[in-house]
């Protein structure tokens, strides 16, 4: 059973392995209320599953121990049982799924684990790591629906409750449960007047799906930027622990997840990855209940691949009307570009990529296209700059 009492003794055990992390004020992030950050971002290995991961194996017999440790991971839960299995002297065999992040597997095996890839997604992982458990014996280590795992992770509640004792919610980021089931616990059985609110990502609503439905259901399959929350089917256990102490679990869109990934870069110089952002996400976009309210994000992991970050901060750029592409129909006559040039110069738009073409045929003999993609400010820049070309006698396609 999940009690307070293991709560408190994983904060104990935890306490010379894992960081406290401060709570970061972030004003910009919607100012209909007060947020504030917990930068789980910054925690060691860069997500709170250490504190989950550490605190089981810390737990584990010394039969248990002997046999060697065996986990499955979209990859922050992999770093965790390594860097644990490895300060006790452990084996560890981490199953990934092939497409995880090539920064997550290499992080993975820094900390002295054996890597084994599996074709498919985290469920594909999970069964493979069963199967080798029961094929060579090693004890398994769940990455969410465990209750020492949660225990461990529920010790970001207690911290919270210290750090913020009169916060009025929390989001958290949801994928299997295991973080969620811990805060929750945690902050409900110590003060259950503060509101905690779930997040998925649109295209993995496994817990949503489950809890709106009353019973455990698996998805056919997940899509999204956001790799540390793309979980088919929701744990036993988590389930349960969401039902009965979660307020709300929200869902949020990939250019939702985005932004709010832009956001924390430009504005509190963090770097998240999309299954820590979805919680600033949901707070960014109002997606729960937040105007007037002490809220906090829980931005639970940072270990973003480099070359995925490059394409999340185009589309942060693209959803936040910092980035536009126009296509304009011209008159194929000298001038043209110079005057168009000058009108987007003059409302302060940077062009920084320009393409001119003929036109096609069944268009105008003498007409061409003006292909420019520019940066602005948000979208009532964007709007200014439409309709002063439009007013010039521009046609804009």
């Known amino acids: 059973m999940l009690t307070l009492d293991k709560?408190?003794?994983?904060?104990?055990?935890?306490?010379?392995?894992?960081?406290?992390?401060?709570?970061?004020y972030a004003p910009g992030i919607n100012p209909q209320c007060q947020v504030y950050l917990?930068?789980?971002?910054?925690?060691?290995?860069?997500?709170?599953?250490?504190?989950?991961?550490?605190?089981?194996?810390?737990?584990?017999?010394?039969?248990?121990?002997?046999?060697g440790?065996?986990?499955?991971?979209?990859g922050n839960h992999a770093q965790g049982v390594a860097l644990a299995a490895t300060r006790n002297g452990i084996k560890s065999l981490i199953c990934l799924p092939d497409g995880a992040p090539i920064s997550k597997v290499e992080a993975t095996r820094s900390y002295g684990a054996d890597i084994c890839l599996v074709k498919g997604v985290y469920d594909d992982a999970y069964q493979k790591a069963l199967e080798l458990r029961d094929e060579k014996g090693y004890t398994f280590i769940h990455p969410f629906d465990d209750e020492n795992v949660i225990a461990g992770q529920g010790t970001i509640g207690l911290e919270l409750l210290t750090q913020l004792p009169d916060a009025d919610a929390v989001i958290v980021p949801v994928?299997?449960?295991?973080?969620?089931?811990?805060?929750?616990?945690?902050?409900?059985?110590?003060?259950p007047n503060i509101k905690v609110y779930g997040v998925q990502a649109c295209g993995a609503p496994s817990m949503v799906n489950s809890v709106k439905s009353k019973k455990i259901q698996c998805l056919d399959s997940v899509?999204?930027?956001?790799?540390?929350?793309?979980?088919?089917?929701?744990?036993?256990?988590?389930?349960?622990?969401?039902?009965?102490?979660?307020?709300?679990?929200?869902?949020?869109?990939?250019?939702?997840?985005?932004?709010?990934?832009?956001?924390?870069?430009?504005?509190?110089?963090?770097?998240a990855e999309g299954a820590g952002a979805v919680s600033v996400a949901a707070a960014m976009f109002n997606k729960?209940?937040?105007?007037?309210?002490?809220?906090?994000?829980?931005?639970?992991?940072?270990?973003?691949?480099?070359?995925?970050?490059?394409?999340?901060?185009?589309?942060?750029?693209?959803?936040?009307?910092?980035?536009?592409?126009?296509?304009?129909?011209?008159?194929?006559?000298?001038?043209?570009?110079?005057?168009?040039s000058r009108i987007i110069a003059d409302l302060g738009g940077n062009v920084v990529a320009v393409h001119h073409e003929r036109a096609s045929e069944g268009s105008d003999i003498n007409g061409c296209f003006l292909r420019m993609q520019m940066e602005t400010r948000n979208f009532e820049h964007i709007e200014a700059i439409k309709k002063a070309l439009t007013d010039a006698g521009y046609r804009l396609s």
């Open 7 to 24: 709560v408190y003794h994983a904060s104990y055990v935890l306490k010379e392995v894992v960081r406290n992390t401060d709570l970061i």
């Open 38 to 67: 917990k930068p789980e971002n910054l925690q060691v290995t860069g997500s709170f599953k250490v504190r989950g991961a550490y605190y089981k194996i810390s737990q584990l017999s010394d039969e248990e121990k002997a046999k």
């Open 69 to 74: 440790v065996i986990a499955c991971s979209a």
């Open 175 to 191: 994928g299997g449960g295991g973080l969620i089931s811990g805060v929750a616990f945690a902050i409900k059985s110590l003060n």
């Open 223 to 271: 899509s999204t930027i956001a790799d540390g929350i793309a979980v088919k089917e929701p744990g036993e256990h988590t389930f349960e622990y969401c039902s009965q102490y979660v307020d709300d679990i929200v869902t949020v869109t990939e250019d939702e997840i985005s932004t709010a990934i832009l956001t924390l870069i430009e504005q509190q110089k963090l770097i």
């Open 288 to 340: 729960v209940p937040v105007q007037g309210k002490k809220v906090i994000c829980l931005v639970s992991g940072g270990n973003i691949d480099v070359t995925i970050l490059s394409r999340v901060i185009k589309r942060g750029l693209l959803k936040s009307g910092r980035s536009l592409a126009l296509t304009i129909e011209l008159m194929d006559k000298p001038g043209q570009l110079k005057d168009v």
